[in-house]
C-alpha cells in the first residue's frame, strides 16, 4: 500500500494545524515592537518547519535504529505539538465565533470599529490568546517531565501473599516478576542496566517474566541480550509471550518469515537463560513439596487481543502440587477463566495494562484511564482464596516516558495464611 498520499495530507494537516495556532501567538505579541515580533514570527516558523522536515526524513529517508529512535521522539513530538495546539486553537476559535456574533449584531448599524473591545485594559483576544498558550504549555511541560523523569524511575514493589496450607519449604519464597520490557522502545541503556541491578539486587529465589519482551520484531533485542541476560535466579527464569511478541503488528513478506521471528525470539530468550513456556507447565521441587508453574500463550477476553493460550493443555498430565502459580499476560484471563475453571492455582501473574503509563497513586488512592479498560489493571487482587498480581510493566510503548504510574519491578514473598 502507498502511504505516500496519507504521510504527505496528514503534513498538510500539521500545517494548517500550526497557522491557525500561529493567530494566537499574533495576538500576544501585537503590542511589542516590530524587532521582538518578527523574531518571534521567524522562530515560530524555523521550529515549525524543522518539524516538518523531520517527519519528512523520518518516513521517507533510510531506516536504521537510529532513525526507529529517533522516530519514537519524533513521533511524540509532534503529537505533543498537535495536541498543544489544537488546545491554542480552541481558544482562538472561541475569539472568532464572539468576533463573528458581534459583526452580525453591529452590522445593520453600520459600525465599522475593530475588535477586539478592550475589557479593564486588555482586549478579550489577548486574554484568550494568553490563555490558550498557558493552557497549552501544561501538556508539553507535563509530557516532557514524564520522558526525563519517569520512564527509568524504577520502583520496588513489595507484597507479602498468605497462602492457605503453605507447605514450610515455600514459606519466604521470594518471587520477582518484570513484564512489559517493550526492548525496541528504549532510548536510554545506561537507565535500563540500573533497573536490572535493582531486580538483581533483590536476591529472589525465582523470577518470572510475563510477555512483551519486544514492541513488534525479535530484531529489537540485538541490543539488549547482554543486558537482560543478567537476570537470573537459584531456582531458574521463566518466561511467557505477550500479544506484542508474536509479530501480529508487522506485515511480513511471507508465513515463514513470521514464524522465523517468533524462534528467533525463543532463541533470544533461550539464549538469555529464560525458559519460554507456551501452554506448559513446570514442577519446582522442594523438601519433598512441589510448586507448579504453569505459563500459557497470550489469552484476551477482549477480542482486540489474541487468544493463543491454552490453560487445559498447560495443565494436561500435571502433578500433585502444593502451589499453583500461573504466567498469563494478559489480566483479563483471571476472570474469564481461572477464577470460573481453575480453583487450584493460587496465584496469576500478568502485566500488559502498563496503568498506560499515566495516572496517580498516592496513598490510599490510585487512579489511571486504564480501569475504565480493565477491572484488574494494577497491583494485587484476591477472590476467594486466589490471587492476581497485575506488573505496571518494566518499559514503556508509543509513549517513551511514564508520568503517575512507574515502571515497577515487584517482589512477592509466600507466607502461611
Known sequence: MNRTPILLSFLLLLLLIEWYAFQAVK???KQK???????VYYSYWVITAIAAAMFLYYNFGPQSEMNRIFGTFLRLSLFVNAFAKIIVILFVFIDDIIRAVKWLIKK????????????????RST?????????????????????????HDYRVRREKLPIANLP???????????????AGSFWNKTAVKGGVEMLMNEKADLVFFTGDLVNRKSNEMNNWGDVFGKIKAPLGVYSVLGNHDYGDYVE???????????????????????????????IIEIDGQKLGIIGVEN???????????????????????????????????WQAEVLTTYPTIN??????????????EVPGFKWSPAQYLYDEWVGLYKAKEQYLYVNRGFGYIGYPGRIGILPEITILELEKA
Open 33 to 39: 515592537s516590530k524587532k521582538v515580533s518578527k523574531v
Open 168 to 182: 514450610a519449604a515455600f514459606q519466604g519464597l521470594r518471587i520477582a516478576q518484570i513484564s512489559d520490557i517493550h
Open 127 to 151: 486574554f484568550l490568546a494568553k490563555t490558550g498558550l498557558i493552557v497549552a504549555a501544561v501538556p508539553v511541560v507535563s509530557l516532557s517531565w514524564g520522558i526525563v523523569s519517569g520512564a
Open 299 to 333: 489469552w484476551s477476553a477482549n477480542h482486540r487481543f489474541p487468544k493463543y493460550g491454552n490453560l487445559s493443555k498447560a495443565m494436561e498430565n500435571m502433578e500433585d502440587t502444593a502451589v499453583n502459580i500461573l504466567l498469563s499476560h494478559d489480566p483479563s484471563h
Open 108 to 123: 445593520n448599524k453600520a459600525e465599522t470599529t475593530a475588535l477586539p473591545i478592550k475589557d479593564g485594559g486588555i482586549s
Open 347 to 360: 496465584l496469576t501473574l500478568s502485566g500488559h495494562t502498563h496503568g498506560m503509563q499515566f495516572g496517580v
Open 252 to 282: 511480513w513478506s511471507s508465513k515463514a518469515a513470521k514464524e522465523k521471528n517468533l524462534l528467533d525470539l525463543y532463541d533470544i530468550e533461550r539464549n538469555m537463560g529464560w525458559e519460554a513456556l507456551n501452554n506448559e507447565h513446570r
Open 27 to 29: 495576538v500576544v505579541v
